[in-house]
């Protein structure tokens, strides 16, 4: 999978990936970019570069790579991708909201298992759990842990034996 391209840097180029460099406000992610270029610019092997930066040989040669299409500004901005998964639309969160909030089932968690959902909601169970959770926020500002219990018991906790 090995690459060749041939970094050839302009005056301008190695001004702005040396200022990149040298501002502590960057992340860490462009100023091993600049890095990666400035070497490749002094036409070191990339294995040389790899391990003198403590990156991988493919990173390497995808930097080169990116820096010889876009310039300077592709080491600085990421390649947009796709999202994960797509946002539950607001009709599905509604009929979610008037199942949990209707009429009780006879058996209490009857709605949500697999096949009533599926055939009441197009919705996959993650996506209800989640919904439910946001709608079931505690109404205390926080959240009682054991530990807080055995504070205000005296020290003794309940054993679970």
């Known amino acids: 999978m090995a690459q060749t391209v041939c970094i050839l840097l302009s005056l301008a180029d190695r001004d702005r990936l040396l200022t990149v460099i040298s501002d502590r406000n960057r992340p860490h992610k462009h100023v091993e970019r600049a890095h990666i270029v400035l ?7 990339v294995q040389q570069i790899a391990q003198q930066l ?35 639309d607001a009709e599905t969160v509604a009929q979610v909201v008037a199942l949990t909030c209707g009429q009780p089932v006879a058996q209490p968690h009857q709605w949500v298992s697999v096949g009533t959902t599926r055939s009441k909601v197009p919705t996959e169970r993650p996506g209800v759990y989640r919904h439910c959770a946001r709608l079931q926020r505690p109404a205390r500002g926080r959240d009682h842990s054991r530990r807080d219990h055995q504070r205000r018991s005296g020290g003794k906790g309940v054993s679970r034996r």
């Open 54 to 88: 403590g990156v991988s040989r493919p990173m390497v040669w995808r930097w080169q790579q990116r820096f010889a299409e876009h310039g300077v500004d592709g080491l600085l901005r990421d390649k947009t991708r796709r999202p994960g998964k797509a946002p539950i």
């Open 39 to 45: 070497a490749s610019a002094e036409y070191r092997p």
